[in-house]
Nanobody, 115 residues
């Protein structure tokens, strides 16, 4: 059973930075895509950024040039560095892993950006 444990997040003022990390366990083979999604109150969950096993990245337009996704395949970890944060980035951020046809999600971590 794949399990994802997120860390990071918290409260920061607008213009500040935060870093998220997520470790996947319970895998026997190489993980496919990893990524981050977010969900603000009253909104649908939306893609923030994804990264393939080969390192190709994809970002939502709203976070391009501010957020950076990376991963360490050796220890099944994905990171999200968030800079120049805005109040509209406030949301619960969820780690995502694609593994052998299944989609797995972390429990979510709150990011709050005050104005």
């Amino acid at each position: 059973q794949v399990q994802l444990v997120e860390s990071g997040g918290g409260l920061v003022q607008a213009g500040g930075s935060l870093s998220l990390s997520c470790v996947a366990s319970g895998t026997r083979f190489r993980i496919g895509a990893m990524g981050w999604y977010r969900q603000a109150p009253g909104e649908q969950r939306e893609l923030v950024a994804t990264i393939t096993g080969g390192g190709s990245t994809n970002y939502a337009d709203s976070v391009k040039d501010r957020f950076t996704i990376s991963r360490h395949n050796s220890n099944n970890t994905v990171f999200l560095q968030m800079n120049s944060l805005k109040p509209e980035d406030t949301a619960v951020y969820y780690c995502y892993v694609g593994y052998y046809g299944g989609d797995y999600w972390g429990q979510g971590t709150q990011v709050t950006v005050s104005s």
